[in-house]
T-cell receptor, first 118, second 113 residues
Framework: NAGVMQNPRHLVRRRGQEARLRCSPM?????VYWYRQLPEEGLKFMVY????????ESGMPKERFSAEFPKEGPSILRIQQVVRGDSAAYFC????????????????FGPGTRLTVL | KQEVTQIPAALSVPEGENLVLNCSFT??????LQWFRQDPGKGLTSLLL???SQREQTSGRLNASLDKSSGRSTLYIAASQPGDSATYLC????????????WGLGTSLAVNP
């Protein structure tokens, strides 16, 4: 059973370009979470999605960032018009299906995508 | 608002020492607490998850304890090895929302041969 997969592992963009980060959850998992780790800072929650639904996006910057988890295919974190401050490691995690308020879910993490904005 | 603090921020020890890493959280109404390891430039490896009903979990040379009432968890590493060098992170689900993990800043551990 393959773990959570993220690609690309490393992504370099110039200021103003778009970045697309992909996350394939573990087989059978229907919940996806995105976290960001800025240099010298801790991990911060960005967004929680289920298939075709955004459940909690309270950690997403108001502009330029969007996320989706379509019925088919991976979850995508999209950053438009990237700036140098977007340079960070972006981690995706997934957890098994269950009630929205499942109390004991474990989140399984992918290897991360390291975004560098030049 | 849940906040997670880890001390010390950095630790350097000679090989073979037993050591303790600390994690504290402000809201004791947690469902679980998880310890992770992160190697430089790498992803996150889950080490131990303690459910709120448990007091401790063990895996090999690692032992994690949880005291909900005092808002503390400790990660004990026995007989440390250079391969244990990494950053250790603890995380708890956000109070009132157990889907969103709140993270400490981590303890950077160096075990010297």
């Amino acid at each position: 059973n393959a773990g959570v997969m993220q690609n690309p592992r490393h992504l370099v963009r110039r200021r103003g370009q778009e970045a697309r980060l992909r996350c394939s959850p573990m087989k059978g998992h229907s919940h996806v979470y995105w976290y960001r780790q800025l240099p010298e800072e801790g991990l911060k929650f960005m967004v929680y999605l289920q298939k075709e639904n955004i459940i909690d996006e309270s950690g997403m910057p108001k502009e330029r960032f969007s996320a989706e988890f379509p019925k088919e295919g991976p979850s995508i974190l999209r950053i438009q018009q990237v700036v140098r401050g977007d340079s960070a490691a972006y981690f995706c995690a997934s957890s098994p299906p269950g009630p929205l308020a499942g109390p004991t879910d474990t989140q399984y993490f992918g290897p991360g995508t390291r975004l560098t904005v030049l | 608002k849940q906040e997670v603090t880890q001390i010390p921020a950095a630790l350097s020890v000679p090989e073979g020492e037993n050591l303790v890493l600390n994690c504290s959280f402000t809201d004791s109404a947690i469902y679980n607490l998880q310890w992770f390891r992160q190697d430089p430039g790498k992803g996150l490896t889950s080490l131990l998850l303690i459910q709120s009903s448990q007091r401790e979990q063990t895996s090999g040379r690692l032992n994690a304890s949880l005291d909900k009432s005092s808002g503390r968890s400790t990660l004990y590493i026995a007989a440390s090895q250079p391969g244990d060098s990494a950053t250790y992170l603890c995380a708890v689900p956000n109070a009132g929302n157990n889907r969103k993990l709140i993270w400490g800043l981590g303890t950077s551990l160096a075990v010297n041969p």
